[in-house]
């Protein structure tokens, strides 16, 4: 009963002397704002969607769902203005009803409006509805983009932001 309680004393001090040791925490130096470990999860989570064509069309999206033009050899640049059009795929989107985009950055979990008010004009190569819109990311990284259509969210685009 010696020998347990022996080992069971000499386990505990050695969780206790690991607890002490340093974190592999990530601190990021931009407005003295401080990450954890659980950015290094939150980063594997996210993936850049997938790249379909679309009546000879490039997109980055969901096919078949929505998706804006983008050409995978293209980068998107930070701090730069660009020109994407937003395709939408099913029946429940109607022309007429309005897009707001909202991105949310992987790292700083930073919210934007990218797009607000758009107005969707009906079908454009294959898709059932589209708008076109431009879009501006402050920082590189990758971005999370919520598509809503009259408030209600129709899905989520992943991507790479080039700094």
Not at 93 to 109: I, P
């Amino acid at each position: 009963m010696k020998r347990i309680m022996g080992f069971v004393t000499i386990c505990g001090l050695l969780l206790v002397d690991c607890s002490h040791k340093e974190s592999n925490d990530i601190v990021l130096h931009d407005n003295s704002l401080s990450l954890g470990g659980e950015v290094l999860a939150k980063e594997n989570e996210w993936q850049e969607s997938e790249y379909f064509t679309f009546e000879n069309l490039s997109f980055i999206g969901e096919p078949q769902l929505l998706g804006f033009t983008h050409n995978k050899e293209e980068k998107i640049a930070a701090s730069q203005m660009g020109k994407y059009g937003w395709h939408f795929w099913g029946e429940s989107v109607k022309s007429g009803d309005f897009l707001r985009v909202k991105g949310t950055h992987q790292l700083t979990g930073k919210e934007v409006e990218l797009v607000s008010n758009a107005k969707l004009l009906g079908p454009n190569s294959g898709a059932d509805n589209h708008a076109p819109t431009n879009m501006t990311f402050p920082i590189g990284g990758m971005w999370k983009l919520d598509a809503y259509i009259d408030g209600k969210l129709f899905g989520s685009v992943y991507v790479k932001v080039e700094n």
